[in-house]
């Protein structure tokens, strides 16, 4: 494992061996030329860590993302010098944006050569510093255990976030004592070291949601990283408060529960859902931002007409969009339990469950009009129904943006609380969904995980059927077939006076290019015949697509509330 005599390593060794102290057992990546002392580590260590090879950086990043998701545990990936450490940039902001740790290795041009136009030299240092948590490229290879260490303790503790190390050529061939490889193996899960709310702030969080006339919780993805399903059932029944969640935060609560709105906002919410926001005096926020699309634009809640009371592990979101009556600083979970304790046995009782079941219904007889249409081009309310059918409710969906991801926010109705949905909404780039749900399955071996993705997102990231059908991935793809960039094209129809410009494309056979790749697949043109046919993709052993000739979003009743207004 080591070039070097004694108790010495070599730095390629050296960061293979922080990895595994760390509990890292999977590495998701692309070769390079300044990557061979690196990847002759890993051999020499006989397949300890699983190295995935992907075709693209982007989607070694994303595959980490998700892998992180649905363990837990820091997801790390790695690229090569130059263009390598640009292309795994979208999946590293993307995975820091939406709290979650990954810890991204891209190799460098030896330190000698900086400064001397050595073949993909860039400012990898740079380059990263904005973009993420935790930042370093390394200097000498006996840093490479203090720095991995500082990695994964700031990535994984406070609110977490994604990291990049840059390690140099030469800096991987250099000498690093065996002593100096340690580490807390806490540091390779998250969330690391949780703070718990200060007893005064959670105490006056109390007061104010024991006051308010019609409390609303609006819950975001930190729930569900922190595991606070329970706390947060707890608080909402004691305050019989209806709960309602971002798309990250989907999983806080099973949405089956009497008090369970659905997710709010301009993506996934719709008039019935936002008319919930507007009856609120006191909103409730907990590990959410409360950005842009979860208030559509700060109106819903309307900031100065509603008290508002938060709760957060990054004191930085507290009070940036909103005046804020009581700030709680904490972990979703030690948070949610400092508040319920502070409540003790005083309760509140309301008509929350009527109003919300009447709300729901009036959202869903509007979905089911369409989720049982047999006209065509199929609708997708018809495919969102029809998977809520045929999946199992521990299934895992990994959805890109465009027209996956608000019909599943919107519409599909997730049981088990707990991460089942996966969407990049931080940055919403597309390309996301393929290669996301790689990791998510590697990283939930015996959940049914599903990747929805619109075509123009196929065309993103289709190399990476090789990479699924080389690993014998069990995943089902589902393309919405429409040809069209249906986002923009469906914005270019509300704001532009149907303008449209530079957003159709040709129709693309997906199955025939799953086929070629070695994936079984399947059109599905006849809404009739959509069950069957996602019976057959979701019940076959390998990897399954299912290309859908669907309505293209444009044209289609979305649940986006400005749309429907």
Aim: contains cysteine; glycine residues 10%.
């Amino acid at each position: 494992m080591s070039e070097l005599p004694g108790n010495q390593l070599n730095g390629g060794a050296a960061m293979v061996a922080m990895l595994q102290a760390h509990g890292a057992d999977h590495i998701f990546g692309l070769c390079g030329d300044t990557s061979l002392p690196f990847y002759d580590a890993l051999f020499q260590i006989g397949g300890k860590i699983n190295h995935v090879l992907t075709r693209d950086e982007r989607s070694a990043a994303y595959m980490a993302d998700c892998y992180a998701r649905v363990t837990n545990r820091v997801g790390v990936c790695e690229g090569p010098s130059g263009g390598g450490a640009t292309y795994i940039l979208p999946g590293v902001v993307e995975a820091n944006e939406s709290s979650i740790p990954i810890l991204s290795i891209t190799t460098d041009i030896s330190v000698s050569a900086r400064g001397r136009y050595a073949l993909t030299e860039l400012d990898q240092g740079a380059l990263f510093q904005p973009l993420t948590k935790w930042n370093k490229v390394l200097d000498n290879a006996a840093e490479i255990p203090a720095t991995l260490r500082a990695a994964f303790r700031n990535l994984s503790t406070g609110r977490p976030g994604a990291g990049h190390i840059g390690l140099p050529f030469d800096v991987q061939r250099g000498a690093v004592d065996e002593n100096d490889i340690w580490a807390d193996p806490n540091h390779g899960q998250f969330p690391s070291w949780p703070v718990g709310a200060d007893p005064d702030a959670a105490a006056a969080a109390a007061a104010a949601l024991l006051s308010a006339k019609s409390p609303l919780i609006i819950v975001g993805g930190g729930v569900v990283i922190s595991a606070a399903q329970a706390s947060l059932q707890t608080l909402a029944e004691a305050l019989d408060a209806p709960v309602a969640t971002t798309i990250s935060g989907q999983g806080a609560i099973a949405e089956d529960h009497p008090l369970a709105v659905g997710v709010v906002g301009s993506n996934g919410g719709v008039i019935e859902t936002r008319e919930l926001v507007e009856a609120a005096d006191l909103v409730f926020f907990v590990s959410c931002r409360a950005g842009s699309v979860t208030t559509e634009r700060w109106r819903y809640p309307a900031a100065g007409k509603t008290r508002i009371v938060h709760l957060d592990s990054d004191p930085g979101v507290i009070g940036a969009n909103y005046p804020t009556e009581v700030a709680v600083v904490a972990d979703a979970r030690l948070g949610l339990d400092a508040i319920v304790a502070a409540i003790g046995s005083a309760t509140r009782s309301s008509d929350a469950a009527s109003r919300i079941a009447a709300a729901k219904k009036r959202k869903f007889d509007g979905f089911n009009e369409l989720a049982f249409s047999d006209a065509t081009p199929i609708r997708p309310e018809r495919v969102i129904a029809s998977l809520q059918r045929n999946l199992p409710a521990d299934a895992v969906i990994v959805a890109d943006p465009g027209t996956p991801c608000p019909y599943v926010s919107g519409y599909y109705e997730f049981l088990e609380p707990g991460r089942h949905f996966i969407s990049n909404r931080a940055h919403g780039a597309l390309g996301y969904s393929m290669s996301g749900a790689v990791g998510a399955q590697l990283g939930r071996p015996n959940a049914m995980v599903v990747a929805l993705m619109g075509d123009g997102s196929f065309g993103f990231t289709a190399g990476e059927l090789e990479t699924i059908v080389r690993l014998g991935v069990p995943i089902t793809m589902v393309v919405f077939s429409n040809s069209v960039f249906g986002w923009i094209k469906a914005g270019q129809r509300a704001g532009f006076g149907e303008r449209y410009f530079s957003v159709d494309f040709n129709r693309t056979d997906h199955a025939k290019v799953a086929e070629a790749f070695g994936v079984k697949a399947w059109t599905v043109a006849d809404p009739n015949d959509l069950d069957a046919t996602l019976k057959a993709a979701l019940a076959h052993d390998g990897p399954s697509l299912v290309d859908i000739i669907a309505q293209p979003l444009n044209e289609a009743r979305a649940p986006v509330s400005e749309w429907i207004a």
